[in-house]
C-alpha cells in the first residue's frame, strides 16, 4: 500500500519517525512534506494527502498538525477523504474497521513520540470490515457528503 505522509512545521518533528513506521510495517511512502519546522498552512498539506488519495496516487494517508484537529477538519472537507483524529490504539483501528477512515491525523504536540508506533500500526493494520452495518452507516456518510456538494446539506 502507499501511503502518503504530510505534516505542518509541529508535525514535522515526528515526521521521519511515521515515515520509518510505515516503512517497517511494509508499505511505500508518498513524501509531501513539510521539511522544516519554519511556519506554513496546515490546510496546504492537508490537501496535498487529500488530492494524492483522490488521484490513486496513496491508498491512505497520515496527517500531522499541532493538535491534529486542524489537519483533520481540512482533510475532512474533500470529496471521498474521511480522516479520523486518533490519539488512542483502539481509535486507530477502529475508525479503519467500521468507518473505512482512509487518513490518520494526529496532534503532535498531543503525542509523545513514543505513542507514534503505537497508532500508525493499527492504523495500518487495519481493514473496513464490510459488515451490513457498517456499509449502511458508510453509505449514509457518502450521502451526506454528496448532498453537501451538492448544496442540500
Known sequence: MIVAVATDHAG??????????VRVAGHEVLDLG???TEPVDYPDYALA????????RAERGILLCGSGVGACVAVNKMTGLRGGLC??????????????MNV???????????????LVRPFLGARFSGEPRHVRRLGKVKAIEQAAHAGKA
Open 34 to 36: 513539510t521539511d522544516s
Open 12 to 21: 514535522f518533528p515526528y515526521k521521519a519517525r511515521v515515515i520509518e513506521e
Open 87 to 100: 490519539h488512542d490504539t483502539y481509535s486507530a483501528h477502529q475508525g479503519v474497521e467500521h468507518d473505512d
Open 104 to 118: 490518520l491525523c494526529l496532534g503532535a504536540r498531543i503525542i509523545g513520540p513514543e505513542l507514534v508506533p503505537e
Open 49 to 56: 494527502i487529500g488530492q494524492a488519495i483522490q488521484a490513486g
